[in-house]
């Protein structure tokens, strides 16, 4: 069975802290991607990488890095954590034909 | 600009009742077309997808949407709902040019509840 792996389904972090939400994949797919999720928006490209070591910014990067050294990991990176992200955080992968698989989903709140 | 619009941002319907789910999107051309489904805590499942051929395409669960491509729309249909179908479903569009990174847009979301 195929699948993609969040590392934490919950996490709570102060304010200012450095937050790394951790995505493995077993698919050996090339794209993976950082969706942020907020009601009534919809899911929100944050970054995505279509190899190791390259990653294109998404709709809205601000406030986040990434890092991919693997092919099978992606990691979003928070530099210093605010409470305005607060939100779920979807990793997704995806071999290039659009069907994207998805993870469980990290749930993160900033205090 | 690229968008997918979901018009309706919460339905509720009986169970055994059919259902439809609006999707409307803008495009530079008639792009790759994907439903996913995401029950609560849960990531996202893809429902069923179009690429070319028969606009009309089956999916799991029961499901299936028609693309029409002079409405720019995609929706999704049921026959009777079930109880289980109670859920968050989203519409997404992605590139159809070779090498394609798999970007996907989504629209808003539509939440399905349903009633006994």
């Known amino acids: 069975d195929v699948k993609v792996t969040q590392s934490s389904r919950y996490l709570v972090k102060r304010t200012g802290e450095k937050v790394f939400l951790e995505c493995v994949q077993d698919?050996?797919?090339?794209?993976m991607f950082w969706y942020r999720q907020d009601p009534g928006l919809g899911l929100r490209l944050i970054y995505f990488?279509?190899?190791?070591?390259?990653?294109e910014k998404g709709d809205i990067p601000e406030g986040y890095s990434v890092s991919r050294e693997k092919k099978e990991r992606f990691s979003l990176i928070l530099e210093s954590a605010s409470t305005n992200q607060t939100s779920m955080y979807l990793c997704?992968?995806?071999?290039?034909?659009?069907?994207?698989?998805f993870g469980q989903g990290t749930r993160l709140t900033v205090v | 600009a690229q968008s997918v619009t979901q018009p309706d941002i919460h339905i509720t319907v009986s169970e055994g009742a059919s259902l439809e789910l609006r999707c409307n999107y803008s495009?530079?051309?008639?792009?790759?077309l994907f439903w996913y489904v995401q029950s609560p805590g849960q990531g996202l499942q893809l429902l069923l997808k179009?690429?070319?051929?028969?606009?009309l395409v089956q999916g799991i669960k029961g499901f299936e949407a028609e693309f029409k491509r002079s409405q720019s729309s995609f929706n999704l249909r049921k026959p009777s709902v079930h109880w289980s179908d109670a859920a968050e479903y989203f519409c997404?569009?992605?590139?159809?040019?070779?090498?394609?990174?798999?970007?996907?847009?989504f629209g808003q979301g539509t939440t399905l509840q349903v009633k006994p």
């Open positions: 997704a992968s995806s071999k290039g034909d659009g069907e994207a698989f």
């Open positions: 698919m050996d797919h090339e794209n």
């Open positions: 990488s279509y190899d190791v070591k390259m990653k």
């Open positions: 495009y530079g051309a008639t792009p790759y």
């Open positions: 179009y690429f070319s051929g028969d606009t």
């Open positions: 997404a569009v992605g590139p159809t040019h070779s090498g394609n990174t798999g970007k996907l847009i």
